[in-house]
């Protein structure tokens, strides 16, 4: 009984998880311009389609395969040996893969916010394998899969840092690399707004990540129990709630008006930094940490586009710098009770008589993570870029991903009468 209880609730996790990849394709499409609105919904699914794949081949078995080390997994591809629960197993073999697949999918579209408008379409096959099998297994492994930060009690309990950071640092090496848009920053450094072309699509996708992040947190307990999914989910839900506000009393300081993207920034980033401690601090700490996380948002907006790097999805900002908050904040807000019930080591944080213990594992996690993500993406990027190229050309990037890339426009009817309009001008 127990076992089917929790399949069921963590198959409707995977669900829910997989669910986000509607909210990104809303966020995304809806951040960027028209005439690039269909390529980015079109590859999203060709994206997780082909990450599914190399996760049922190789990327699971790199991460928990039984003979693997501190520094990565091995054996066990193609799942052949784990289609049947063993003994004293909690879950279904299959249902543990489909929901660890999903965070997968999810850290692999976090990176395509550093390649939105301007990225080959060969660019995203490339990489989708090069991600699966050379970045996030890794990763995924030295925290989840009994690796070395494992031993050293890393708490991450859903993956501000195996899934969030792991992405950002991916779209930091690529944004880097392809740099920025045309149009983008003028010769004085100057920087032009270039607003995406559906405030709507963005606000519905971050509604729809919201509630998919229930599975992705709540879902994290992997057993229904005593019902401590439900303490992860309002955790979740408070933190949301506290970027939000803070992000748009942020952004009305600063900028005179109340900014609808910033508070949607701050949403995201709220979830993201909670995602790592949801399970460890009590709701107030929660509050406080998605409080912390709307603010940091917004000042990581605005620095990323002084030092000219072009993200236009906010990337960076929303998982890589909430990720490495919510990371370091079980460092400071853990209780030792908590942490005893989730991990059986009482590790508490700093503001919990910890000392600063487990807030170093936390800071070494975090660079370790980010450097190894960065780094990897960087070279694998660079070899790339040396030999297929990884940016479209000037003319295709101005007529749009959609008819340069695919042939066809994602509104044909509006870009036609843009053209039309542009061709009367000219």
């Given at each position: 009984?127990?076992?089917?209880?929790?399949?069921?609730?963590?198959?409707?996790?995977?669900?829910?998880?997989?669910?986000?990849?509607?909210?990104?394709?809303?966020?995304?499409?809806?951040?960027?311009?028209?005439?690039?609105?269909?390529?980015?919904?079109?590859?999203?699914?060709?994206?997780?389609?082909?990450?599914?794949?190399?996760?049922?081949?190789?990327?699971?078995?790199?991460?928990?395969?039984?003979?693997?080390?501190?520094?990565?997994?091995?054996?066990?591809?193609?799942?052949?040996?784990?289609?049947?629960?063993?003994?004293?197993?909690?879950?279904?073999?299959?249902?543990?893969?489909?929901?660890?697949?999903?965070?997968?999918?999810?850290?692999?579209?976090?990176?395509?916010?550093?390649?939105?408008?301007?990225?080959?379409?060969?660019?995203?096959?490339?990489?989708?394998?090069?991600?699966?099998?050379l970045i996030y297994p890794v990763i995924a492994h030295w925290i989840w899969g009994e690796g070395w930060l494992a031993d050293h009690g890393k708490q991450d309990f859903a993956g501000s840092t195996v899934?969030?950071?792991?992405?950002?640092?991916?779209?930091?090496?690529?944004?880097?690399?392809?740099?920025?848009?045309?149009?983008?920053?003028?010769?004085?450094?100057?920087?032009?707004?270039?607003?995406?072309?559906?405030?709507?699509?963005?606000?519905?996708?971050?509604?729809?990540?919201?509630?998919?992040?229930?599975?992705?947190?709540?879902?994290?307990?992997?057993?229904?129990?005593?019902?401590?999914?439900?303490?992860v989910a309002l955790n979740t839900q408070l933190a949301a709630a506290a970027g939000a506000v803070a992000a748009l009393f942020a952004s009305w300081m600063f900028m005179g008006k109340p900014d609808i993207?910033?508070?949607?920034?701050?949403?995201?980033?709220?979830?993201?930094?909670?995602?790592?401690?949801?399970?460890?601090?009590?709701?107030?700490?929660?509050?406080?940490?998605?409080?912390?996380?709307?603010?940091?948002?917004?000042?990581?907006?605005?620095?990323?586009?002084?030092?000219?790097?072009?993200?236009?999805?906010?990337?960076?900002?929303?998982?890589?710098?909430?990720?490495?908050?919510?990371?370091?904040?079980?460092?400071?807000?853990?209780?030792?009770?908590?942490?005893?019930?989730?991990?059986?080591?009482?590790?508490?944080?700093?503001?919990?008589?910890?000392?600063?213990?487990?807030?170093?594992?936390?800071?070494?996690?975090?660079?370790?993570?980010?450097?190894?993500?960065?780094?990897?993406?960087?070279?694998?990027?660079?070899?790339?870029?040396?030999?297929?190229?990884?940016?479209?050309?000037?003319?295709?990037?101005?007529?749009?991903l959609d008819m340069s890339e695919h042939g066809s426009y994602g509104y044909p009817e509006q870009m036609k009468k843009i053209q039309e309009a542009q061709a009367t001008v000219s």
């Amino acid at each position: 009984m127990e076992l089917g209880l929790n399949a069921v609730w963590v198959m409707l996790g995977a669900i829910l998880v997989l669910l986000m990849q509607g909210g990104f394709i809303l966020l995304e499409a809806g951040s960027i311009r028209m005439k690039n609105a269909g390529h980015v919904a079109g590859k999203t699914i060709f994206t997780v389609s082909l990450c599914s794949l190399i996760f049922w081949a190789v990327g699971y078995a790199l991460i928990f395969g039984s003979q693997g080390n501190a520094l990565i997994g091995w054996g066990d591809y193609f799942f052949f040996d784990l289609m049947s629960a063993g003994e004293g197993d909690s879950l279904p073999p299959t249902v543990r893969f489909l929901f660890q697949l999903a965070f997968a999918a999810i850290s692999l579209s976090i990176a395509w916010g550093g390649f939105a408008e301007r990225a080959k379409f060969s660019a995203y096959v490339m990489f989708t394998i090069l991600f699966s099998v050379l970045i996030y297994p890794v990763i995924a492994h030295w925290i989840w899969g009994e690796g070395w930060l494992a031993d050293h009690g890393k708490q991450d309990f859903a993956g501000s840092t195996v899934v969030h950071l792991t992405g950002a640092m991916a779209a930091l090496a690529a944004t880097i690399l392809l740099k920025p848009r045309i149009g983008k920053y003028n010769k004085d450094g100057s920087s032009n707004d270039i607003q995406g072309h559906n405030q709507v699509y963005t606000t519905l996708g971050v509604l729809i990540l919201w509630i998919g992040w229930f599975g992705f947190n709540a879902g994290s307990t992997l057993a229904v129990g005593d019902g401590f999914f439900g303490f992860v989910a309002l955790n979740t839900q408070l933190a949301a709630a506290a970027g939000a506000v803070a992000a748009l009393f942020a952004s009305w300081m600063f900028m005179g008006k109340p900014d609808i993207p910033t508070t949607l920034n701050g949403t995201l980033a709220g979830l993201v930094a909670i995602t790592a401690s949801c399970a460890f601090v009590e709701p107030w700490a929660a509050v406080v940490i998605g409080l912390i996380a709307g603010v940091l948002v917004y000042a990581s907006m605005k620095f990323f586009d002084k030092m000219k790097i072009d993200d236009p999805i906010y990337a960076l900002s929303v998982h890589g710098t909430a990720g490495v908050w919510g990371t370091v904040s079980t460092g400071f807000f853990a209780t030792p009770e908590l942490a005893e019930e989730v991990v059986g080591i009482g590790k508490a944080g700093l503001f919990y008589g910890g000392g600063f213990g487990q807030l170093g594992v936390q800071i070494m996690g975090v660079v370790a993570c980010g450097a190894f993500a960065f780094i990897v993406s960087y070279f694998v990027l660079a070899v790339m870029k040396a030999t297929i190229g990884i940016r479209v050309t000037e003319e295709q990037e101005i007529i749009g991903l959609d008819m340069s890339e695919h042939g066809s426009y994602g509104y044909p009817e509006q870009m036609k009468k843009i053209q039309e309009a542009q061709a009367t001008v000219s």
